[in-house]
Every structure is written in C-alpha cells, then in structure tokens.
C-alpha cells in the first residue's frame, strides 16, 4: 500500500471519527503512520487533502455501487439492492459515510471538491431512474429522487439517533410507491 493510500485510509478515519477538523496533515500523518510531512508531499494545501479525501471517499463508493448494480429484474430486487448498500453505508462502512457527510458540509463553503460529489450521486440516480423506469414507473426521475432523498434521510438517522432503525420498510413503501405515482 502506498504512502498515498495510507494517508487516504488515515485521513477518512480522523474525519468520520472526529469531524471535519481533526483533519490535518500531521494528524494525518501520526494516523497513518508516516513519517511527519508525508501527507504533505501528496496534498499541498488543507483544500488539496479535503479535495484528495473525497474524491478517494467517491472511488470507494463507486466501487461499492457498481458491485450491487446487478440486473434487477423485480421490484424485489431493487430493494434488496438498496437495503444492502444502505446498511454497509450505515455498517461496515459507517466511519467512511460519516466522513462523507461531514466533507459535504466542507465542500459546500469550497467547491473545488463538489464535482466529484456531483457525479457520485449522479450515478447512483441514474442507476435507480434507469431501474425504475424498466419495472415501470411512471415518474422514474422523480421516484429515484425520493428514493435517494428516503435513502439519505435513513442513512442520517442511522448515523446519528437510531442506530438500529429498520431500513427496509421505509425503503420498500417508496419504492413501490414509485410504480403507482
């Protein structure tokens, strides 16, 4: 692994961890393990490492949607799919999507970094408009807007007040709810 991506790792840590302001290169660096000025030699600038950490989050997750963008054949199927990857966001990789909230936060006083965010959740719209419109929805575009807004309001909750919180009801009445709109 390189000194890069050992700093990447480090850095979505520190933020998801302790927020946004844990965020520093030497804080990075003691993370990592690295020897001090390491994080710097790859992200110049505090933006550069803010810019460099989300788009790392949004190769990730990129990663992790084309694994659960399977054909999905019934309505069934794409809840199944969006219950799995709403429960890893909110799971396994609940420290990553903790940095990723607190790096929108961020971006949004710094838009150098917002593009990357952009096509993130660009794709993933596309990807449910496209399934939705294939089982029928007669609104695919509005439908996969409620679904994401649904999926990032259940992600918040699980995040923050409701750990335990069920994801599939609330995911599967809006998906349904689409094909009927």
Same mark, same amino acid.
């Given at each position: 692994?390189?000194?890069?991506? +050992?700093a990447?790792?480090a *850095?979505?840590?520190?933020? %998801?961890?302790?927020g946004?302001?844990a965020l520093?290169?030497?804080?990075?660096d003691?993370? *990592?393990?690295?020897?001090?000025?390491s994080t710097?030699?790859? =992200?110049?600038?505090? &933006?550069a490492?803010v810019?460099?950490?989300?788009?790392?989050i949004?190769?990730?997750?990129?990663v992790d949607l @084309?694994a659960?963008?399977?054909?999905?054949e019934t309505m069934d199927?794409?809840?199944?799919? $969006?219950?799995r $990857?709403?429960?890893?966001?909110?799971g396994?990789?609940a420290v990553r999507?903790?940095a990723?909230?607190?790096?929108? $936060?961020e971006?949004?006083a710094?838009p150098?970094p917002l593009?990357?965010?952009?096509?993130g959740?660009? +794709? =993933?719209e596309?990807?449910i +408009? &496209?399934?939705?419109?294939r089982l029928?929805?007669? @609104?695919? &575009?509005t439908?996969a807007?409620?679904?994401?807004a649904?999926?990032? %309001?259940l992600?918040?909750n699980?995040?923050?007040?409701?750990? %335990? *919180?069920?994801?599939?009801?609330?995911?599967?009445?809006?998906?349904?709810?689409?094909?009927?709109a």
């Amino acid at each position: 692994m390189s000194t890069r991506e +050992r700093a990447l790792i480090a *850095a979505v840590s520190l933020v %998801g961890e302790q927020g946004v302001r844990a965020l520093t290169h030497t804080r990075v660096d003691a993370a *990592a393990g690295l020897p001090k000025g390491s994080t710097s030699n790859w =992200f110049r600038t505090r &933006d550069a490492l803010v810019t460099g950490v989300i788009d790392w989050i949004a190769e990730l997750e990129r990663v992790d949607l @084309e694994a659960a963008m399977a054909p999905a054949e019934t309505m069934d199927d794409v809840v199944d799919a $969006l219950c799995r $990857l709403l429960e890893s966001a909110t799971g396994e990789h609940a420290v990553r999507t903790r940095a990723r909230y607190a790096l929108f $936060l961020e971006a949004s006083a710094a838009p150098s970094p917002l593009p990357a965010l952009r096509e993130g959740r660009s +794709r =993933f719209e596309l990807w449910i +408009r &496209d399934l939705l419109a294939r089982l029928g929805a007669p @609104e695919p &575009d509005t439908a996969a807007r409620a679904l994401l807004a649904v999926s990032a %309001g259940l992600i918040v909750n699980r995040l923050t007040v409701a750990p %335990g *919180a069920p994801i599939r009801p609330t995911v599967e009445l809006v998906a349904r709810g689409s094909l009927s709109a």
